[in-house]
């Protein structure tokens, strides 16, 4: 087996490529709405190819991860990946760009199931709950794809040179990194099994708690600055503040995540984080002030920043169910919450304003309060990984 430091580099390597082809292809969406001449319900209907791409993928990703295991299976989605992010860049018209993006949602969801699967697998061989800081290498890789679609935008490099550039680059040193022989498990289909299982008993629960974090979440990416602007009468420069603070709460928090998870426990966690999501939502709503609202994004970001990392932990750890098929079923709720976020309080914000409106993300961080005993780790996955039989 490798050694536990070569296990966690080759993990972290793959939720940093994922992340960081997510983010240099959202640091140019301006340039591709340019490119086709695409107004707000265009990009829209864009977006939602890529969704639909991603939810597609999670039952399909889940089953090739259980029978050809998790590392096998993240190694192969990472190249597919890589290559639709360039055929973004080379689509002549908006129908082939949906239909690359389509494929890139595919592929950025599908590793999110195996890659995740993967780090069940690490999580057990290092024997430390280290779910949280992978996540934090997503958000790292999403920053500096970012950082990369500033410079290549301020350099004036054409889409597809940028592109290709970095997925060339991301692809080839990660995969090196990933390259280290891992022996996953392996499990065949169970006859009669569901291709696009829901999940259910424990893992709905597990479910419903991690879509209220994401949806918490894609609601803050998409209306924060918004929010500030039109509530607190910030500026433009300052409204993109609020989900900077909010990204950064989160980094820092799934970086201290493993020491906080040993020392207080995973259930502990999830309620406080909840508890902190409350808080940060009364701060954002009640003062209505441009320091209080950053002051609670920053309560938001350190509250979501645990719970999908202790979601998929727990699912890949569950007793009645292989980990590919039960990440799969949870982050179908997961993305889900994503997608559901930012239209629901859309709407609300139609009926009561958008200040009330985030009112409702205290409503789904109570959720996450009562429901946090969802997340506890079940006894039959105390053993160390060692002692697991292999399927």
């Given at each position: 087996?490798?050694?536990?430091?070569?296990?966690?580099?080759?993990?972290?390597?793959?939720?940093?490529?994922?992340?960081?082809?997510?983010?240099?292809?959202?640091?140019?969406?301006?340039?591709?709405?340019?490119?086709?001449?695409?107004?707000?319900?265009?990009?829209?209907?864009?977006?939602?190819?890529?969704?639909?791409?991603?939810?597609?993928?999670?039952?399909?990703?889940?089953?090739?991860?259980?029978?050809?295991?998790?590392?096998?299976?993240?190694?192969?989605?990472?190249?597919?990946?890589?290559?639709?992010?360039?055929?973004?860049?080379?689509?002549?018209?908006?129908?082939?760009?949906?239909?690359?993006?389509?494929?890139?949602?595919?592929?950025?969801?599908?590793?999110?199931?195996?890659?995740?699967?993967w780090a069940g697998e690490a999580e057990r061989h290092i024997a430390k709950p280290v779910m949280s800081t992978f996540h934090a290498m997503w958000s790292?890789?999403?920053?500096?794809?970012?950082?990369?679609?500033?410079?290549?935008?301020?350099?004036?490099?054409?889409?597809?040179?940028?592109?290709?550039?970095?997925?060339?680059?991301?692809?080839?040193?990660?995969?090196?990194?990933?390259?280290?022989?891992?022996?996953?498990?392996?499990?065949?289909?169970?006859?009669?099994?569901?291709?696009?299982?829901?999940?259910?008993?424990?893992?709905?629960?597990?479910?419903?708690?991690?879509?209220?974090?994401?949806?918490?979440?894609?609601?803050?990416?998409?209306?924060?600055?918004?929010?500030?602007?039109?509530?607190?009468?910030?500026?433009?420069?300052?409204?993109?503040?609020?989900?900077?603070?909010?990204?950064?709460?989160?980094?820092?928090?799934?970086?201290?995540?493993?020491?906080?998870?040993?020392?207080?426990?995973?259930?502990?966690?999830?309620?406080?984080?909840?508890?902190?999501?409350?808080?940060?939502?009364?701060?954002?709503?009640?003062?209505?002030?441009?320091?209080?609202?950053?002051?609670?994004?920053?309560?938001?970001?350190?509250?979501?920043?645990l719970i999908m990392p202790l979601a998929f932990s727990r699912a890949a750890n569950d007793p009645d169910t292989p980990p590919g098929v039960a990440i799969?079923?949870?982050?179908?709720?997961?993305?889900?919450?994503?997608?559901?976020?930012?239209?629901?309080?859309?709407?609300?914000?139609?009926?009561?304003?958008?200040?009330?409106?985030?009112?409702?993300?205290?409503?789904?961080?109570?959720?996450?309060?009562?429901?946090?005993?969802?997340?506890?780790?079940?006894?039959?996955?105390?053993?160390?990984?060692?002692?697991?039989?292999?399927?």
């Open positions: 087996m490798p050694s536990a430091r070569k296990t966690w580099i080759a993990v972290a390597a793959m939720f940093a490529l994922n992340g960081g082809l997510f983010g240099t292809w959202a640091s140019r969406i301006p340039t591709v709405v340019e490119r086709h001449a695409l107004d707000g319900g265009q990009l829209g209907l864009l977006l939602l190819t890529l969704a639909a791409g991603a939810i597609a993928s999670f039952p399909l990703a889940g089953r090739a991860s259980d029978t050809f295991g998790a590392a096998r299976a993240t190694l192969v989605i990472a190249l597919a990946y890589t290559i639709a992010l360039v055929l973004i860049a080379g689509a002549p018209n908006v129908w082939l760009t949906g239909a690359a993006l389509c494929l890139f949602g595919a592929g950025h969801g599908g590793m999110d199931v195996t890659m995740n699967s790292l890789g999403a920053g500096v794809g970012a950082v990369g679609g500033y410079l290549a935008t301020s350099l004036e490099l054409g889409l597809m040179a940028h592109f290709a550039l970095v997925g060339i680059v991301f692809w080839a040193l990660t995969t090196w990194l990933a390259a280290i022989g891992w022996p996953s498990e392996t499990r065949q289909p169970t006859k009669g099994a569901k291709r696009f299982p829901l999940p259910h008993g424990a893992l709905f629960w597990i479910g419903l708690v991690a879509m209220c974090a994401a949806l918490g979440e894609g609601a803050i990416a998409d209306w924060s600055a918004l929010f500030l602007v039109s509530v607190t009468s910030a500026t433009q420069a300052q409204g993109a503040l609020g989900y900077a603070v909010f990204s950064a709460a989160m980094v820092v928090m799934r970086l201290l995540g493993t020491s906080v998870i040993v020392r207080l426990g995973e259930v502990n966690v999830a309620r406080i984080a909840g508890c902190s999501a409350v808080a940060g939502v009364l701060l954002a709503v009640i003062p209505a002030s441009f320091a209080a609202t950053l002051a609670g994004f920053v309560l938001l970001g350190l509250g979501y920043a799969a079923s949870v982050a179908t709720l997961g993305y889900g919450g994503i997608l559901i976020g930012p239209p629901l309080i859309g709407f609300t914000a139609h009926f009561i304003t958008l200040h009330y409106a985030f009112a409702l993300l205290g409503v789904l961080a109570l959720v996450i309060v009562v429901k946090a005993s969802a997340l506890g780790r079940p006894e039959s996955s105390a053993a160390p990984a060692a002692e697991r039989p292999r399927q």
